[in-house]
């Protein structure tokens, strides 16, 4: 165990880096618009993601009114419904989600915590940036073509996605491919970025296994959607030729509406096939940055070492791998060949247990720690909490043969809800409680903090937790409305109530948030530095917030791993990965043991 | 109170409020009226094995933050990694795993092979409404092709195919199946996805247009269930429903035999077709005649 702990060490000189190999702004718009700082850039990101966010927020709000309250909001109708799950859908997963942990916290976290002093390539960062507005841009304008966005469901099954059946198929779905090529384009750019920054600029004596689970998770989860993007690439480009040219790629002979169509031969699976090789990867790319950042987040504020460090980053390499052996799982009642449901229902279950090594892991962090109850603490509880709610429906979805009465119901809105988008948000948010004062020197306020939290976490709970069991009873997703249904009760109706209601109430509590980030910025208690007594590198610059090129002349040495909170012997219970060993402060009268 | 007992204890009524829920919930599974009870057998035992690690991890945690609240004079305890206990944890995990795939394999075992004795029915979904057919005396279905399909022949059975004379056509969004008989059910699509679901038979799956699926289930009570699309196939997916009765043989059989065959629905539609024709002709010397009147007046 050489890198996990206080070990002997020689002593070696910092990095010399030349001052030329950095990119210096010369004006406003060159340092904060058209920047290559990642620190800026993952603001434009983050920044970007949340605003669009917002729109998916909304959205979601217009389709809970119109579930808990059918018949009552007459401006909704079942074109405007089926059109606002698909955008919120796509939104929340690719352009909120991804954006922001990849984009966002990627850009941010990655040099700073591998001692970097910017990403490796950071022009291309820039462009990825500009093409990711682009994207967003190009998704916005579907609202404003005839027919409007595309309302084929986010997963924009073939054939119905360009049949005249479903809304904006003239024009939405040709944007909404667009839009989605871009944002494979300009993700991979920053993609290759974070990979090369993490393999290739880390500082001295920062090893791979030294590094925080945040740039593990980051890293193996931005090598999962180099690989699997491409996929979600192809899919659209063949849909797009289907659609403008009249290929027949997922399209068999069909007739539509009573006419025959000239399409012949395509097979509507193949791109099922083609989205879940992306799509369940997709999963992890959002979880992945999840657990790494809240592994972080548990060991700094339970002053403890993240348990079992080696079998986590294990796990997270593994999970990874496995991810692209799963995606079938989507397609138990696709009518698939039913004999792939064998291997497909066992590799689903064999992640559930490198994920559930990751659970036992945090809650063992917390085990003999020595807990602050502080904001991002109380996030990152809440986050093991919804996930492994989360991860349990998935053990349900994921084996076959229970899949089957539960595929296509609210059970599996409900499921995805609190794994992939509860779970990873509270992260978020958690994260941004946490290092804010980094990035801005100022802490959020507490108090409207806590309010924050108790109603996102409890209210999400409300939401989500009842809602498998309107599965169960077998209510379908995807449904404008009920009507009359002969096994649905009343008061299945009056739960969809009460949930939209809990809805609206959780999101007026993130623009409770979105006020705390915009008033704490600038009139926030002034954060003392490394608030936290955090370990990791990112909280050892020399000014806070970071200044350009994130250090001074010298790069930091690295001597330890990032987990050293609470090391027997030395006077503070942390030790920052940059502090050399005969630099602990100790406690009287005792020597710094080689803890190993 | 401190903050310590106020997370804690909102974590333990968290875990224990889910529980209570699960116990008193109004939603629950509609009672089966197919053989797939193994299904909800594969549903409680799921339940029963997850249950229990979820409570105990949240009841857990929870006791730990009580216990090991924050104390600037103590440490935590630096325990970089712990062999034993991991290798125990994913050896249980594992153990845990391998008791919900296996009975859920074994099931869906069953549910992948169709026995011998199954009838057949096929269910033809387009957007946005359900058809049925049956196969008459001779238990066959005729072959069918996008391209047969018109108005005549909305099923697109091929007409040169003997075995497609006698199928029964079901042109109505109702079907009727008798109790306690096998069915093995053929999805056929003609335009986009769709999903046969019922929700008191347990089993589904989807309509792809270009193959056709299946699934099989045995009817075993009587009664009526609704049909829903479950596959989204635009923007009337939620109006695309149905209705099964399950019945005893003898009223099955009166109302299949009230049903007509492809050949009786074909020479309709012949007939149907004809009697069109000569209507529009004789309107079209009517008014020819009628426009010869007005020139001579003229």
Redesign the interface.
Known sequence: ?AD??TVGYEPVPPAEVEDMELYHPKSFATKYIWSQDAKIIAVQYAGTAVAIGMVGLVLSWLMRLQLGFPEVFDFIT??DY?QFITMHGMIMVIYLLTALFLGGFGNYLIPLMVGARDMVFPYVNMLSYWIFLLAVLVLIASWFVPGGPT???WTL?P??AI?S???GSSNGIVLMLVSLALFIVGFTMGGLNYVVTVLQARTRGMTMMRLPLTVWGIFTATILALLAFPALFVGAVMMTLDKMLGTSFFM???????Q?LTYK?????LFQHLFWFFGHPEVYIVALPAFGIVSDLISTH????I?????MVWAIVVIGGLSFIVWAHHMY???MN??F??FF??TT??I??PT??K???W??T????????TLPM?FA?AF??TF??GG?TG??LG????D??L???MFVVAHFHMVMGVAPILVVLGAVYHWFPLMTGRMLHQGWGKFHFWVTF?GA?LIY??MH??G???V?R??????D???V?D??HD?NAFITVAALVVGFAQVVFIINIFYSAYRGKKAERNPWKAVSLEWQTPDMPPGHGNWSKDLPVVYRWA?D????GAKD?YIPQNVAPDQVEMEPGRKETA?T | MSNRWIVAIVLFAVAIGSVIFHLVTPWWSTEIASNWSQIDLTISITFWITGVVYVALIVFMAWCIYKYRYRADRRAEYEPENKKLEIWLTVLTTLGVAGLLAPGLIVWNRYVQVPKDALEVEVIGKQWEWTYRFPGQDAKLGKTAVRFINSDNPFGIDPKDPNGKDDVLIEDTSVTLPVGKSYKVLLRSIDVLHDFYVPQFRAKMDLVPGLVSYFWFTTKRTGEFDILCAELCGVGHHAMRGRVSVVPQADFDKWLGEQPTFEQAQKDARLRREKQERQDKAREIKRAAKETKQTARN
């Open positions: 165990m996990v702990g079942a074109k089926y309302g084929a469901g099954y054939p119905q049949l059946g479903t809304p068999p002979s069909i007739v539509e509406m009573g025959q031969g395509g097979s509507p699976l339970a002053r403890r070492n348990f079992g460090y080696r079998l009642v696709s009518g039913p004999y449901g064998f229902a066992t279950l064999i559930a247990v559930a090594i659970v036992y892991n809650v063992l917390l085990w003999k720690g020595n807990i602050q109850l109380l509880i093991i909490i492994v709610n349990i053990l349900f084996n076959v043969i229970v089957v009465p595929s296509d119901t409890l709970y937790f009842p069991y309107l169960f009873l077998g379908p995807r449904y404008y409305e009920l009507k249904t002969s096994f009760p008061s299945a739960l987990y909170y609470s090391v027997p219970d803890a």
